[in-house]
Nanobody
Framework: QVELVQSGGGFAQAGGFLRLSCDASGRLSSTPNMAWFRQGPGQDREFVAGISYNGGATKYTDSVKGRFAISRDNAKNTLYLQINSLQAEDPAMYYC????????????????WGKGTLDTVSS
């Protein structure tokens, strides 16, 4: 069993920034790829960013490229998402997720999820 505990996020002004963290614990038999997803009001959950097991490869959805940065600290088993230049479309529940695989391919499915953190933006 793997547990993903999220922290950070919250409220920020448009143009501001937020930083999300996700601490992984439990039966991590290897260093998995990780990802962030988000779900806005009335919307489906969507992929935001993914990162390979060693941080060497990253992938972003087009709407966040240049503004979001995914990173990880494997010594701490922690995943991060830096959100800069907050925009009106960014408010959502943000979820971290553990991939089913490990490597430079970022197309694995997800098998464990954090409980989500709500990020809101004030214009």
């Amino acid at each position: 069993q793997v547990e993903l505990v999220q922290s950070g996020g919250g409220f920020a002004q448009a143009g501001g920034f937020l930083r999300l963290s996700c601490d992984a614990s439990g039966r991590l038999s290897s260093t998995p790829n990780m990802a962030w997803f988000r779900q806005g009001p009335g919307q489906d959950r969507e992929f935001v960013a993914g990162i390979s097991y060693n941080g060497g490869a990253t992938k972003y959805t087009d709407s966040v490229k240049g503004r979001f940065a995914i990173s990880r600290d494997n010594a701490k088993n922690t995943l991060y998402l830096q959100i800069n230049s907050l925009q009106a479309e960014d408010p959502a529940m943000y979820y971290c997720a553990k991939a089913t695989g490990s490597g430079n391919c970022l197309n694995y499915g997800m098998d464990y999820w954090g409980k989500g953190t709500l990020d809101t933006v004030s214009s």
